[in-house]
């Protein structure tokens, strides 16, 4: 199972002996260029895990033929993270980094003064320490993960950026949906060169059918994507030194997808506005069959989020505009998402409680119901 680029990845415990086409069994990219197995203890009931070879471990075939993870972990301290906030991507990134199969090599800490009850809810579910001040979060930290509304990006870096110019180890990891000249601004307030330019791409991590990428660029990049080695739960790519390439693609991705979304919506809402909304699926299906199950599961589905994306619908207005292409189509679904948000019962829906608007027919029942009162009233 050894090559120079990837390893085979099976960290809950691979089949022993080893199975590569066993379901547990995936193939992971390995930056130190080595494969490994390790036997994570001398008794007979060992659990064997095969994955990318540490730094600096291996150096030939076959090296560290003995290597214990019980020992090495008593060697080397956990590693301490800290995430702002522990919403939905931050709270799930964390109980990533805290899976068993990472045999406690983290801690994940965080600040929830003046957080929502939910946020400190989702925090306490998987485990994440309240250290309740910044300057005792920058003071246990290796390294800080900003995963926010992009409203609040840049004021969270403002708020970091003097403790960091002190503790000048730690590297401040800013995985916000903003702009390339946005997250180039937030940049300048680290001066030392502690930051990483970061976006994640899918779903919160969960499960293996919805695997999420963390794309990363900056100098130190290397070093947040050596985080998530032992956890099969997110992938990683580097995709350059320079600040601001991995904020650019999360522009250029999230418009796709995001922005597909809200064209949906106006579509899907003028049609039911016209009581043309059997005929237009019909011919949906029939000729775009792809795009009809993407919107009947999109629609339900982004009603709890619609208040985050309109500042990302925004973000992506403003990177278009500063390559000189209009940014009035993403205005536009800003505004979309902003009437689902503050017009409609749907921007009430918390992902986990959700009571109303969970298929096609109800959430579009909701949103066209709304706008004829809004219509009505003004």
Request: proline share 4%; aromatic share 6%; net charge positive.
């Amino acid at each position: 199972s050894l090559d120079a680029i990837r390893c085979y990845n099976c960290l809950q415990g691979c089949p022993d002996p080893f199975n590569k086409a066993n379901r547990r069994v995936h193939r992971a990219n390995s930056s130190s260029g080595w494969c490994m197995k390790l036997k994570t203890s001398r008794k007979h009931n060992l659990m064997v895990i095969r994955t990318s070879a540490l730094a600096d471990i291996c150096k030939t075939d076959k090296c560290k033929s003995s290597f214990h993870a019980e020992e090495n972990m008593a060697e080397k301290s956990s590693i301490t993270v800290a995430i702002l906030s522990p919403g939905d991507m931050g709270h799930s990134i964390g109980r990533a980094l805290l899976l068993p199969s990472n045999d406690s090599r983290f801690r994940i800490i965080t600040n929830l003064t003046g957080r929502s009850k939910r946020t400190q809810k989702l925090s306490e579910s998987v485990g994440i320490i309240d250290v309740q001040t910044d300057e005792e979060l920058v003071r246990q930290a290796d390294f800080i993960f900003s995963i926010l509304v992009p409203s609040e990006a840049t004021a969270l870096a403002q708020r970091f950026s003097p403790l960091l110019s002190i503790h000048q180890h730690v590297i401040y990891v800013d995985m916000n949906a903003i702009a390339p000249q946005t997250v180039r601004t937030i940049s300048a307030l680290f001066p030392q060169g502690n930051f990483v330019d970061a976006c994640v791409i899918g779903l919160p991590p969960g499960s293996l059918e919805h695997m999420p990428t963390l794309y990363l660029s900056g100098t130190h990049a290397q070093k947040v994507a050596d985080l998530f080695q032992y956890t099969n739960l997110i992938k990683t790519r580097i995709i350059g030194n320079e600040i601001g390439s991995a904020s650019a693609f999360k522009m250029c991705y999230a418009s796709l997808s995001k922005g597909i979304t809200a064209i949906t919506i106006q579509a899907c809402v003028t049609a039911k506005s016209y009581e043309l909304e059997q005929v237009f699926f019909e011919e949906l299906k029939e000729s775009m069959p792809d795009i009809f199950k993407k919107l009947s599961r999109a629609i339900p589905h982004m009603a709890p989020k619609a208040g985050r994306w309109v500042g990302e619908m925004e973000e992506i207005a403003k990177t278009y505009e500063n390559v000189g292409l209009s940014g009035k189509l993403f205005q536009g679904a800003a505004e979309t998402y902003r009437f689902v948000a503050e017009e409609t019962p749907l921007g009430k829906e918390i992902i986990e409680e959700r009571k109303r608007g969970e298929n096609l027919d109800d959430a579009l029942q909701i949103l066209t119901e709304s706008l004829r009162k809004n219509h009505q009233g003004s």
